[in-house]
């Protein structure tokens, strides 16, 4: 039996991203490709033309008019990436974060905690607390003083009190140890696209969070002050550990663009 698809996976952010999402100043990320392809990008309209060369209907001598042509492409963009093989022919790489129209729920730096309220959770990026009345679907016993947190639906160390944990800024939860029912940001893919690192304009590093106090428009150019400027140091800082993917390196990227969903 053929499983289902996905349309729910989850995807990492830093403080700063998770912040710049939160005010509405994030709406895109890139993230290098693991595999990196060998050849030029190919073509969708030759992908959906090889594609319909196994169909029962082109051995029966069946031609696809234009429209239908156009139509087929359509329905595969944002889906398939093809590139040319080495070896001839095409080859298409699946995207790890869905297609168009997925959803994405986002882990990011937190904690399980106490307050003079209750259980709660804390976010590390903005320090922001949700009460556990706010996050909770499902109560546990009523002793009577009210209802009480479900602790076996949602675990976690409510032994933190969560003045110290801000205060002073450790025994914070990685984001790897965020469950689904404790992330507080979704996101629908909006596109996704396959390009070169140094494909980005200034445009696309303001939409990826960076900040430009020089009005240049659409520009490239490096020049300190610009969004494009920031957005190549930071990237560079943060695969210090990788110079295969490095800007001077100018990998492949996957780049994902979103809206966010108000829960």
Not at 119 to 146: M, Q, S
Request: net charge negative.
């Amino acid at each position: 039996m053929k499983s289902k698809r996905k349309t729910e996976l989850p995807v990492f952010m830093r403080a700063d991203d998770v912040n710049a999402v939160l005010n509405g100043n994030k709406t895109r990320f890139a993230v290098a490709m693991k595999d990196q392809p060998e050849g030029k990008q190919g073509s969708l309209e030759r992908w959906a033309e090889s594609l319909w060369t196994y169909t029962k209907e082109y051995r029966n001598g069946y031609s696809l008019s234009e429209e239908e042509k156009a139509k087929k492409v359509e329905s595969m963009r944002g889906r398939v990436f093809p590139f040319e093989h080495k070896y001839g022919g095409q080859i298409s790489y699946p995207c790890p974060y869905g297609r168009i129209g997925d959803r994405l729920w986002v882990r990011e730096t937190f904690q399980t905690a106490n307050s003079c309220d209750g259980p709660c959770l804390v976010y590390r990026a903005d320090k922001h607390i949700i009460p556990w009345e706010d996050f909770c679907n499902e109560f546990g016993p009523d002793y009577g003083a009210g209802p009480s947190m479900d602790y076996d639906k949602y675990p976690g160390d409510y032994s933190v009190w969560c003045d110290d944990l801000i205060n002073e800024d450790k025994g914070w939860k990685s984001p790897m140890a965020m469950p689904r029912w404790a992330s507080r940001i979704d996101l629908v893919i909006t596109d996704i696209r396959i390009e070169r690192l140094q494909d980005a304009t200034e445009a696309d590093a303001v939409a990826d969070g960076c900040v430009s106090s020089i009005l240049n428009g659409n520009t490239s150019t490096f020049e300190s002050g610009t969004a494009i400027w920031q957005y190549r140091t930071r990237w560079d800082e943060r695969v210090v550990r990788f110079k295969d993917k490095c800007w001077d390196a100018n990998p492949w990227v996957w780049v994902v663009c979103f809206k966010r969903v108000e829960l």
